[in-house]
Every structure is written in C-alpha cells, then in structure tokens.
C-alpha cells in the first residue's frame, strides 16, 4: 500500500470530509476520491462511508487511517 495514500486518509478520516482533507493537503477534491477508490479496489471492499455532510471510516478504513497517521 502506497504510505502517501494512507496519510491521505489518515487526514480524511481526521477531518471527516473529503473537500476539507483536500483543502489541507492542498489538492482536489476528485483527486482524493480516486485515492480512495484505489485504497478501496486494493483493499476488497469500502474504507469509508459516505454520508450528507461528510465520511466516516469503515472498520479497515480505521485501521489504515491508523496506520497513515504513524507514516
């Protein structure tokens, strides 16, 4: 897994949003949903759920976020 990808969603899982996440790590918004698209297609199955007014992690989205946050 690429260390860069999981510190990006290390920072959306912190924030709870992918337009914020985007703003900190100064990219886009489209360019971190395909990160997560990619985590996601790697992973087997959905790293965050996706809601109104934001995300939440799933179980393994928790724990690679973890995992990003020590890189």
Do not use: H
């Not at 199955?45 to 928790?62: Q, S, W």
Request: proline share 4%; glycine share 8%; charged share 25%.
């Amino acid at each position: 897994m690429d260390p860069k990808q999981l510190m990006q969603l290390a920072v959306i899982v912190e924030l709870g949003s992918l337009t914020k996440a985007a703003q900190r790590l100064n990219t886009t918004q489209p360019s971190l949903s395909r990160v997560v698209k990619m985590i996601e297609s790697r992973v087997g199955g959905a790293v965050l759920r996706r809601y109104l007014y934001g995300v939440v992690p799933t179980e393994i989205g928790l724990r690679l976020a973890e995992d990003g946050r020590e890189i």
